[in-house]
């Protein structure tokens, strides 16, 4: 049990700092919460004289009871002719009055929880888009996206439960203290009772906590394999694999169908078990109580009617409680994830970077992916001199890739410094930086939008006659016009309905757009067929003149012109020089271009 309590205690602690955003809100929502319980429980109230005016008897024998007094003493002026009226009237506008406020109450709820709601999913959006790579090459894809589409969704209804809890423990105060004012004795003797009755609810459900663990798991993996489906739908399809497939999906479903039943279903006992406890309880008080003392019937039929309206009540405060135990893994999901102090980021520096005057030097540059890993770069030293074509040769798994991605800034270098000029790259204003880099891909992006958002996407505020120009330039203007709608033609997820050829040049537009001071190629012609590939190199012999052009190719032909060739292996540069002195060196290169120009196949 009190596991279970430290559990609460740390669920509401941290919903409570997200309402730390609109600190008026909870003593606003309270407020109301009061204002409304009070409205109905001061209508309520008013059926005692309501009733004795019915009988038209007086009552002695509570004229000591503080709240039958007060009663009296406000309806002292009205005619004891006209109660019969007057007092209905009271009663309506009581009720009017408690739903004006409890409206009020649900709509600046619904504005907290539509805000809040919005708010996180932001924060965990731009939480995405700061964390390292490191990070998320750590995390699963289907976990990532479930935490963002449906486990914020869980967080904010964990809000809207304990907002709903405040209000209903309002509303219990509030009810309470009319019980003991009617009668102390019979309020007490309730009081244990539900005492025993919340008991009980809490043992039936003490399940709670683990299904909800269990369901942001189960959860997360239907994510992850909705995702890989999408994503891998061509291979799926090549191999046959269809009703694998099918059947991997099946059990993810029937996982969550599963989990989500037994929630449900425990979430569903509170309140039958709730109201069948409590009917026995009222029954009991009633025969009781009248067994005693016949003439107190209307304050006994009104004590009855507040502790049957107090039952939703302590209903809603059992049903909650479960339920925010259940949504509380969602919780620390989300909150985890928002957590800055145990995850990397890439830092902005704060020198704005205005272009690129002698070079990019890499001194002594070490990386390590993760600790315990061998470095994938190991001392390196070099220099990329601006406006020269260097480019990077080496087998597999040599660090070319990496070393790219060091230099974007993807990830930070684990010892040594890169020098852009003459400052740390760590010292540069990070968006400045990257907006004079542009990066054309093997494996490029395409977004599910239009072939002229594509394109756009390297300078936002392009026009249309650039964007056009831009795909002239990338040799993809006469495909595009072939495209049924043109450049307004949606290309679909990941550009599924372009060959690896138009992806490219598309992805070589959006660079030619962007005009950048520094071209990265990271074997960007390495999958094409030879028309594609000639066509794309074509247009990058155009665009890299008197640029700083940085290229990783496997095609040795594609670099032929560089005017400095650094050749890796394992992590290390083991050659440097032009094509010439490479093959004089008679080196890896100079196998590598054996291999390619002696070996190929015809």
């Known amino acids: 049990m009190s596991c279970i309590k430290i559990r609460e205690k740390k669920v509401i602690k941290r919903l409570l700092l997200l309402l730390k955003i609109y600190p008026w809100a909870i003593p606003a929502i309270v407020t109301l919460g009061i204002l409304s319980s009070v409205s109905e429980g001061l209508g309520v109230s008013l059926f005692i004289p309501f009733l004795q005016n019915l009988s038209q008897t007086s009552n002695p024998t509570v004229s000591d009871n503080a709240l039958i007094g007060f009663l009296n003493q406000f309806l002292s002026t009205v005619p004891t002719s006209q109660r019969l009226v007057v007092i209905p009237l009271f009663i309506f506008g009581a009720i009017v009055l408690k739903n004006c406020l409890t ?20 924060r965990i959006f731009d939480q995405l888009l700061s964390v390292s790579y490191s990070f998320l090459e750590t995390k699963d894809s289907g976990k990532l996206l479930n935490t963002l589409a449906t486990e914020t969704w869980r967080t904010s209804e964990a809000l809207g439960v304990l907002v709903n809890l405040i209000v209903s423990s309002c509303t219990t105060f509030v009810y309470v203290a009319l019980l003991l004012l009617i009668s102390w004795q019979l309020t007490l003797l309730v009081g244990g ?12 459900t003490r399940q709670s906590k683990a299904l909800g663990q269990k369901a942001v798991q189960v959860n997360a993996a239907l994510g992850r394999r909705m995702y890989e489906g999408l994503a891998g739908m061509r291979t799926i399809r090549a191999f046959g694999r269809e009703p694998y497939e099918q059947k991997q999906f099946d059990q993810a479903s029937e996982q969550v169908r599963n989990i989500f039943m037994k929630l449900d279903t425990l979430s569903a006992s509170v309140n039958p078990l709730y109201e069948v406890l409590s009917a026995l309880l009222v029954l009991s008080i009633m025969v009781i109580a009248l067994l005693q003392d016949r003439t107190a019937l209307p304050t006994l039929l009104t004590f009855l009617f507040i502790l049957y309206r107090l039952q939703p009540q302590m209903q809603l405060l059992g049903g909650n409680r479960v339920k925010l135990l259940m949504l509380a893994s ?53 220099s990329i001199p601006r406006g020269k074509t260097t480019a990077f040769v080496g087998p597999s798994g040599a660090g070319k890739s990496t070393l790219v991605n060091l230099i974007c800034r993807f ?4 010892e040594g410094e890169i020098y852009v000029d003459n400052h740390p790259l760590k010292e540069l204003d990070l968006l400045s930086w990257r907006r004079h880099l542009a990066i054309v891909s093997q494996d490029i992006y395409i977004f599910s939008n239009t072939v002229r958002e ?5 300078r936002l505020e392009a026009t249309e006659a650039e964007v056009i120009a831009a795909a002239k330039q990338a040799n993809a203007h006469e495909f595009i016009m072939q495209l049924p709608q043109g450049y307004e033609t949606k290309v ?32 960007a012609t390495n999958a094409l067929d030879t028309i594609s590939e000639h066509l794309i190199q074509e247009a990058l012999n155009t665009f890299s003149h008197n640029r700083t052009v940085i290229v990783i190719a496997h095609r040795l032909s594609t670099i032929e012109k560089a005017d400095q060739i650094i050749v890796m292996e394992n992590g290390q540069v083991v050659e440097l020089g032009n094509l010439q002195q490479l093959l004089q060196l008679n080196g890896l290169f100079a196998k590598l271009h054996r291999l390619q120009y002696h070996h190929s196949p015809a």
């Open 411 to 414: 990830y930070e270098v684990t």
């Open 193 to 204: 009772i539900m005492l025993l009755i919340s008991l009980i609810i809490q043992f039936v």
């Open 103 to 122: 409206y009020g109450n649900s709509v600046l709820l619904a504005w907290l929880n539509s805000r809040i709601s919005h708010r996180l999913r932001s």
């Open 454 to 458: 594509n394109i756009a996407y390297g």
């Open 330 to 382: 969602s919780v620390d999901d989300v909150m985890y994830f928002l957590e800055p102090s145990d995850k990397p980021y890439i830092r902005s520096g704060n020198l704005t970077f205005s272009g690129l005057q002698q070079a990019i030097s890499l001194d002594s540059v070490s990386f390590r992916y993760n600790p315990h890993d061998k470095p994938a770069l190991h001392n390196i030293s070099i």
């Open 492 to 523: 679909g997820d990941r550009g599924i309905r372009l060959s690896g050829g138009q992806r490219q040049r598309i992805a070589l537009a959006r660079a030619i757009i962007r005009n950048p001071e520094i071209l990265i190629l990271d074997e």
